[in-house]
């Protein structure tokens, strides 16, 4: 998968895309699509600002779906890509590409350890001394589905 503005020039260039984002979700293939970030010790500390984060992000990303003329001008700011047909390709791929579910999926985590060990990006012991949950915490999500944010947030 390649993102916009480059997937618009390959296209030019007579490339396609064989699979996207939307065509492995629609396979059930998993793959670890977004996410958010941080230490571990900063999350347990700082548990009520982590969950402030990923509502904040949620939001926008609602917004995304909801308001495409405000997200092309969105990516045009800071993109600073003007042709038209980039901005809308962009877009697309953004509502393509990311999920409204904000869990890492354990298979997917799972697949792209995997993966790395194939291409031998990682060797195979060091990404056995892990469980693919060592890279992803689910819990601060899991507390806000607890609270009712998702729900009111996609209802």
Known sequence: MVPPPQSVLLREKGFRELVGAKQLREMNI???E???AT???YAEKNSEQVKRFIKASFEGIRRMFDNKELTMK????????TDEKMLEESY???????SK??????DAMAALVEQLVNLKSIEAPAAKKFAPTAYYENRYVNELEREGFFNKLWH
Do not use: E, Q
């Open 101 to 106: 579910d904000a869990t890492v999926p354990h």
């Open 30 to 32: 998993p793959f670890v």
């Open 92 to 98: 697309r791929f953004a509502v393509d590409a990311i």
């Open 39 to 41: 230490r571990r010790s």
């Open 74 to 81: 969105t990516i045009a700011k800071y993109t600073k890509i």
């Open 34 to 36: 977004n996410g958010l």
